[in-house]
């Protein structure tokens, strides 16, 4: 299979600009007789729903939620970069470029991440535009912050609630798109197959979920914006209903999956509490600004720690270990997601971990308060203040920057982060890999398009902080705008694509006799429980440190579950009525195919990079190891059931060199 | 280390729209470190274990964000906590031996749809009707461009932070939206950008809340004290003028 890029030609800085002005666009008039269906709608696919909707394309938008408003880009909490250079600290689209391929581990497209710096620009205005209330400063201009991996401020936020802020906005604007009626919202439906028609993707088969009816959806074009695929490792910070199946879907009809096992797990999250535990919840990068990462130096102080007989604070400052300040002193506490996190289950693997399992650091802001505590001070003109005194200004300092996240860490540990440090440990959060698609956006299926997290594209191995929010909407807002015009100026004279076809036909009844299957096996064990064990598997063979034999095991552990999955579940309820046991069995059989792919393609890059580290490929002081002259490529893989099939996309580098990336 | 509690779940159960619903009563062993959703996952692989029918519920972040999840609980709608949506309620709040009382969201507009899910599709029509600033794509002068006081751009957030669960609604005895409706109305409203439009609107957004039987504000309050992100009832004074300022003409303050 030949995997076409499409990478304009010319200069890097032009390329975009100079193929926007050039490629083929489709006028107004054949625009409204044209139908796109957009799957998803978080900040990728609303903004695109909106936006098409906007240029006046007919259509058909997406989402297995009860309303537009709630898909998880929602959640996200730090903030979204943009090379505005508002701070005028030296930043620029050339700079943000190259901090994305550096933190991406040099293993993204250069023009795709380019086009991303350039569109960040255009983002915030839009945003604006909108009324999304970004933090502004005393002059009414925007202001920014910093975020790990970058030395420039190039981050617009709202508060700890940037996902929230910039999905309402894109929510607003596909809602008015709908009021327009150049948008049809389909609520509670899930996308279940992929129907194609001549090689080129028509359309979905849908289920209704309050009904359980099917539904067959025809169109000119598909567009993916479904997401990433994080929850196969079941325990995640994604969210419950988050899942793979229409990209999954999508890949079994014939789409290409690529770097399957570039899995981002940040570092700074809630640790597990017990088995009952569903899911976990991530605390913004930014508390590393100011939180110190340390465990104990003693085992036996980590121990006591774990046992419960002693307490972090009890600690003396020279026997904590601030491990991110002693590896990295260059970044300190921070370095990159990635590295992070590695460190943590370093020192946990060694014995320091400090809750009752063992797995977890800990993230201290002692020292802030006293930093703080002691600025507040001096702007007030105190100068007699006891330490508890400085301590209480700084609290007060603390809880001005980070106070809805605190609130939100004792509500769930029921400890109090001012008075003891934070327990963190790193949990899966994201995920680089995704659907193959080209420069357009658009993957090896003609008319398939996929955009976010759901493709491939931006990343590279390792995703940057507030980098998500800025490519979900790039893609949506500015690229899937024009690129989509590419294969649409060739459909103007394709009729209304009817969706009683033999394909459709076929692809309702594949779906409607899975659904059937599922339902009948009437096995003895719970959905949740098979994800569960699933998850286990992912975490301990593909999670933060993999090696072949490992790897080798783990696949073939999912094969076995997979096919005591298909022996022994047990799903409760009918087809015909809203059943949620339903709809995990459907994602979760997806996941178990998905989860064996991740394993053949950790196996196949004998390499670290970014979120992908291999046990036999270290350096000498125990840090990840590229090897670019072997694995400078993207592997885009072919679904089969017995044995995937590797397609390699060589990455070119014209513009930057590939370095060693140090953080020391 | 952490301590198990016994519970009784007492929970509404009806099959869907069209049938009368009953209350149902469960044992459940729970644990202090639980979310109040997670009780309801081990009551849940029980019922499965079992080969009944779990219960149904909304939720999907767990983080209090999303606005999906809802559950009246014991009277409150999601729960006994202040500013806390039911998936961020930890089960430390309850006592051991307890029973606790789980019912849907009551409000004419959010019909039932199944145990303890109701169809909230009323909110994204009042959105529909004039939620938003009528901005394409590529239309947007520069960020910088209109300064925003910092209070001004702070207390439109305030407003924005609205989750959309509709708390609010179950929260008042007359099943009113007002504090939804005037939180988008606010946030909006309070922007140069969306003042433009502002009147229009108010006006098309209280007419949609009309029209899907929401009820009439008469200002208990109610709904401020339940809604997990502490929406202030000033919105809906805000609204209130908004709302006769578009109707009967006149300076917005």
Same mark, same amino acid.
């Given at each position: 299979?030949?995997?076409?890029? =499409?990478?304009?030609?010319?200069?890097?800085?032009?390329? %975009?600009?100079?193929?926007?002005?050039?490629?083929?666009?489709?006028?107004?008039?054949?625009?409204?007789?044209?139908?796109?269906?957009?799957?998803?709608?978080?900040?990728?696919?609303?903004?695109?729903?909106?936006?098409?909707?906007?240029?006046?394309?007919?259509?058909?938008?997406?989402?297995?939620?009860?309303?537009?408003?709630?898909?998880?880009?929602?959640?996200?909490?730090?903030?979204?970069?943009?090379?505005?250079?508002?701070?005028?600290?030296?930043?620029?689209?050339?700079? !943000?470029?190259?901090?994305?391929?550096?933190?991406?581990?040099?293993?993204?497209?250069?023009?795709?991440?380019?086009?991303?710096? *350039?569109?960040?620009?255009?983002?915030?205005?839009?945003?604006?535009?909108?009324?999304?209330?970004?933090?502004?400063?005393?002059?009414?201009?925007?202001?920014?912050?910093?975020?790990?991996?970058?030395?420039?401020?190039?981050?617009?936020?709202?508060?700890?609630?940037?996902?929230?802020?910039?999905? +309402?906005?894109?929510?607003?604007?596909?809602?008015?798109?709908?009021?327009?009626?150049?948008?049809?919202?389909?609520?509670?439906? *899930?996308? !279940?197959?992929?129907?194609?028609?001549?090689?080129?993707?028509?359309?979905?088969?849908?289920?209704?979920?309050?009904?359980?009816?099917?539904?067959?959806?025809?169109?000119?074009?598909?567009? &993916?914006?479904?997401?990433?695929?994080?929850?196969?490792?079941?325990?995640?910070?994604?969210?419950?209903?988050?899942?793979?199946?229409?990209?999954?879907?999508?890949?079994?009809?014939?789409?290409?999956?690529? #770097?399957?096992?570039?899995?981002? @797990?940040?570092?700074?999250?809630?640790?597990?509490?017990?088995?009952?535990?569903?899911?976990?919840?991530?605390?913004?990068?930014?508390?590393?600004?100011?939180?110190?990462?340390?465990?104990?130096?003693?085992?036996?102080?980590?121990?006591?720690?774990?046992?419960?007989?002693?307490?972090?604070?009890?600690?003396?400052?020279?026997?904590?270990?601030?491990? !991110?300040?002693?590896?990295?002193?260059?970044?300190? #506490?921070?370095?990159?997601?990635?590295?992070?996190?590695?460190?943590?289950?370093?020192?946990?693997?060694?014995?320091?971990?400090?809750?009752?399992?063992?797995?977890?650091?800990?993230?201290?802001?002692?020292?802030?308060?006293?930093?703080?505590?002691?600025?507040?001070?001096?702007?007030?003109?105190?100068?007699?203040?006891?330490?508890?005194?400085?301590?209480?200004?700084?609290?007060?300092?603390?809880?001005?920057?980070?106070?809805?996240?605190?609130?939100?860490?004792?509500?769930?540990?029921?400890?109090?982060?001012?008075?003891?440090?934070?327990?963190?440990?790193?949990?899966?959060?994201?995920?680089?890999?995704?659907? %193959?698609?080209?420069?357009?956006?658009?993957?090896? @299926?003609?008319?398939?398009?996929?955009?976010?997290?759901?493709?491939?594209?931006?990343?590279?191995?390792?995703?940057?902080?507030?980098?998500?929010?800025?490519?979900?909407?790039?893609?949506?807002?500015?690229?899937?705008?024009?690129?989509?015009?590419?294969?649409?100026?060739?459909?103007?004279?394709?009729?209304?694509?009817?969706?009683?076809?033999?394909?459709?036909?076929?692809?309702? =009844?594949?779906?409607?006799?899975?659904?059937?299957?599922?339902?009948?096996?009437?096995?003895?064990?719970?959905?949740?429980?098979?994800?569960?064990?699933?998850?286990?598997?992912?975490?301990?063979?593909?999670?933060?440190?993999?090696?072949?034999?490992?790897?080798?095991?783990?696949?073939?552990?999912?094969?076995?579950?997979?096919?005591?999955?298909?022996?022994?579940?047990?799903?409760?309820?009918?087809?015909? /009525?809203?059943?949620?046991?339903?709809?995990?069995?459907?994602?979760?059989?997806?996941?178990?195919?998905?989860?064996?792919?991740?394993?053949?393609?950790?196996?196949?890059? #004998?390499?670290?990079?970014?979120?992908?580290?291999?046990?036999?490929?270290?350096?000498?002081?125990?840090?990840?190891?590229?090897?670019?002259?072997?694995?400078?490529?993207?592997?885009?893989?072919? %679904?089969?059931?017995?044995?995937?099939?590797?397609?390699?996309?060589?990455?070119?580098?014209?513009?930057?060199?590939?370095?060693?990336?140090?953080?020391? | 280390?952490?301590?198990?509690?016994?519970?009784?779940?007492?929970? %509404?159960?009806?099959?869907?729209?069209?049938?009368?619903?009953?209350?149902?009563?469960? $044992?459940?062993?729970?644990?202090?470190?639980?979310?109040? &959703?997670?009780?309801?996952?081990?009551?849940?692989?029980?019922?499965?274990?079992? =080969?009944?029918?779990?219960?149904?519920?909304?939720?999907?972040?767990?983080?209090? +964000?999303?606005?999906?999840?809802?559950?009246?609980?014991?009277?409150?709608?999601?729960?006994?906590?202040?500013?806390?949506?039911?998936?961020?309620?930890?089960?430390?709040?309850?006592?051991?031996?307890?029973?606790?009382?789980?019912? $849907?969201?009551?409000?004419?507009?959010?019909?039932?749809?199944?145990?303890?899910?109701?169809?909230?599709?009323?909110?994204?029509?009042?959105?529909?009707?004039?939620?938003?600033?009528?901005?394409?794509?590529?239309?947007?002068?520069?960020?910088?461009?209109?300064?925003?006081?910092?209070?001004?751009?702070?207390?439109?957030?305030?407003?924005?932070?609205?989750?959309?669960?509709?708390?609010?609604?179950?929260?008042?005895?007359?099943?009113?939206?007002?504090?939804?409706?005037?939180?988008?109305?606010?946030?909006?409203?309070? !922007?140069?950008?969306? /003042?433009?439009?502002?009147?229009?609107?108010? *006006?098309?957004?209280?007419?949609?809340?009309?029209?899907?039987?929401?009820?009439?504000?008469?200002?208990?309050?109610?709904? *401020?004290?339940?809604?997990?992100?502490?929406?202030?009832?000033?919105?809906?004074?805000?609204?209130?003028?908004?709302?006769?300022?578009?109707?009967?003409?006149? /300076?917005?303050?």
């Amino acid at each position: 299979m030949n995997l076409n890029s =499409k990478i304009p030609a010319g200069p890097l800085a032009d390329k %975009w600009t100079k193929y926007k002005s050039t490629m083929p666009i489709v006028a107004p008039n054949n625009k409204r007789k044209l139908e796109i269906i957009v799957v998803g709608t978080g900040l990728a696919g609303a903004a695109a729903a909106s936006s098409l909707g906007e240029l006046g394309y007919a259509v058909k938008c997406f989402t297995f939620h009860d309303s537009p408003r709630r898909a998880h880009s929602i959640a996200a909490q730090g903030g979204i970069n943009a090379a505005k250079n508002y701070a005028n600290d030296g930043d620029s689209i050339y700079r !943000l470029f190259y901090d994305t391929i550096k933190g991406g581990d040099y293993r993204a497209r250069e023009a795709n991440v380019h086009r991303l710096a *350039e569109c960040s620009v255009e983002i915030i205005d839009q945003c604006v535009a909108q009324g999304v209330p970004f933090a502004r400063e005393y002059g009414g201009l925007l202001e920014n912050r910093s975020f790990g991996g970058v030395q420039v401020s190039r981050t617009f936020y709202a508060r700890g609630q940037t996902g929230q802020q910039l999905l +309402i906005g894109a929510y607003q604007s596909l809602s008015r798109q709908i009021a327009l009626g150049t948008v049809q919202m389909y609520n509670r439906h *899930e996308m !279940l197959d992929l129907v194609k028609v001549d090689g080129k993707a028509r359309g979905i088969i849908a289920r209704n979920l309050l009904t359980g009816e099917l539904e067959r959806h025809a169109a000119h074009a598909v567009v &993916l914006a479904t997401g990433g695929y994080g929850n196969v490792f079941y325990l995640s910070t994604n969210a419950m209903m988050c899942n793979v199946t229409a990209a999954w879907k999508s890949v079994k009809k014939g789409a290409l999956m690529a #770097n399957p096992c570039f899995t981002q @797990i940040h570092p700074t999250c809630i640790p597990v509490s017990g088995e009952y535990q569903s899911k976990l919840t991530l605390m913004s990068e930014s508390l590393r600004n100011d939180g110190r990462v340390w465990v104990p130096k003693k085992k036996e102080d980590a121990q006591a720690i774990q046992q419960g007989k002693l307490k972090g604070v009890q600690i003396k400052e020279e026997d904590r270990d601030y491990f !991110l300040e002693r590896r990295y002193p260059a970044f300190g #506490n921070l370095v990159p997601r990635d590295v992070a996190s590695r460190a943590a289950k370093v020192e946990c693997d060694k014995g320091h971990g400090v809750s009752p399992t063992g797995l977890a650091v800990f993230l201290d802001f002692s020292a802030s308060m006293v930093r703080y505590g002691k600025i507040e001070a001096n702007k007030k003109g105190l100068t007699d203040l006891t330490d508890t005194q400085i301590v209480a200004l700084g609290e007060e300092a603390v809880s001005a920057k980070y106070g809805n996240l605190f609130e939100m860490y004792e509500k769930i540990t029921g400890e109090n982060p001012y008075k003891e440090p934070m327990k963190i440990y790193p949990a899966v959060h994201y995920t680089m890999g995704g659907v %193959w698609v080209d420069y357009n956006l658009e993957t090896n @299926i003609p008319g398939l398009f996929a955009l976010g997290e759901c493709n491939f594209s931006d990343h590279g191995a390792n995703r940057l902080g507030a980098s998500a929010l800025m490519q979900g909407l790039a893609d949506g807002y500015f690229v899937i705008p024009y690129t989509i015009g590419t294969f649409l100026a060739n459909e103007i004279s394709t009729p209304k694509v009817k969706n009683d076809s033999p394909e459709f036909m076929a692809a309702e =009844k594949a779906t409607k006799d899975l659904i059937d299957k599922l339902l009948n096996i009437k096995g003895n064990h719970s959905v949740e429980s098979f994800h569960r064990r699933l998850g286990k598997i992912m975490w301990e063979y593909c999670g933060m440190a993999r090696n072949a034999e490992g790897l080798t095991k783990g696949r073939q552990m999912i094969r076995a579950l997979r096919d005591e999955f298909y022996k022994d579940v047990y799903v409760p309820g009918n087809n015909d /009525e809203y059943n949620p046991e339903l709809e995990k069995a459907l994602r979760v059989a997806d996941f178990m195919e998905l989860g064996e792919l991740m394993m053949m393609d950790a196996f196949n890059r #004998n390499e670290s990079c970014g979120g992908h580290f291999r046990e036999e490929s270290v350096s000498e002081d125990g840090e990840a190891q590229r090897k670019d002259s072997e694995f400078a490529y993207v592997a885009a893989w072919e %679904w089969d059931h017995t044995e995937p099939v590797l397609h390699k996309e060589p990455l070119v580098f014209e513009n930057v060199e590939l370095k060693t990336r140090s953080y020391k | 280390m952490s301590e198990d509690i016994k519970l009784n779940i007492k929970v %509404w159960r009806q099959k869907n729209n069209k049938s009368a619903g009953g209350f149902e009563t469960y $044992p459940v062993n729970a644990n202090e470190h639980m979310s109040f &959703l997670e009780m309801l996952d081990v009551l849940n692989e029980d019922l499965v274990n079992q =080969k009944k029918e779990p219960v149904a519920f909304e939720h999907d972040c767990r983080e209090g +964000i999303c606005g999906t999840c809802s559950l009246v609980i014991n009277g409150q709608p999601h729960g006994p906590n202040a500013g806390t949506t039911t998936c961020q309620l930890h089960m430390r709040h309850f006592k051991n031996g307890e029973t606790i009382v789980v019912e $849907p969201y009551r409000a004419k507009a959010f019909p039932v749809l199944k145990d303890l899910v109701v169809d909230r599709s009323a909110f994204d029509r009042i959105i529909q009707a004039g939620g938003y600033i009528s901005v394409n794509a590529g239309q947007a002068p520069d960020g910088n461009a209109i300064p925003i006081g910092k209070n001004k751009a702070g207390k439109s957030f305030e407003s924005a932070a609205c989750i959309g669960c509709g708390a609010c609604v179950a929260a008042c005895p007359n099943g009113s939206a007002m504090l939804f409706t005037s939180a988008k109305v606010t946030h909006l409203g309070l !922007l140069p950008q969306g /003042e433009v439009e502002a009147e229009r609107r108010t *006006e098309a957004m209280v007419a949609q809340m009309d029209k899907e039987g929401f009820g009439m504000c008469s200002n208990i309050g109610a709904c *401020e004290a339940e809604c997990p992100k502490e929406i202030k009832l000033d919105n809906i004074a805000f609204m209130n003028r908004s709302y006769f300022k578009a109707v009967f003409g006149g /300076e917005l303050e």
